[in-house]
């Protein structure tokens, strides 16, 4: 999978920080337009991590190396699965 997260980035998502790539991927998929604060907020408390938190600069930094072509791979991985069950 971080084969098709990265962007332009070599090194995106190596370091171990507050919000790793899962959480990126997650956080973006719970989204139900709220402020990016609120979903922040809202995704931590869902995980169960009330003490965690990060900045918005922070999450949009991390947000920004993802690639948009990952969403279409986890589609792809989806759709293989349900449809060979």
């Not at 098709?4 to 790539?21: E, G, Q, V």
């Amino acid at each position: 999978m971080k084969e098709h997260a990265h962007l332009d980035y070599t090194n995106s998502f190596i370091r171990k920080r507050k919000m790793p790539l899962e959480d990126i991927i997650l956080c973006v998929l719970s989204k139900k337009g709220l402020t990016t604060a609120m979903e922040i907020h809202k995704y931590f408390i869902q995980k169960g991590a009330t003490s965690m938190s990060i900045s918005k600069q922070g999450y949009l930094q991390q947000r920004k190396k993802l690639n948009y072509e990952a969403f279409s791979f986890l589609n792809r991985e989806y759709l293989q699965r349900f449809l060979f069950l």
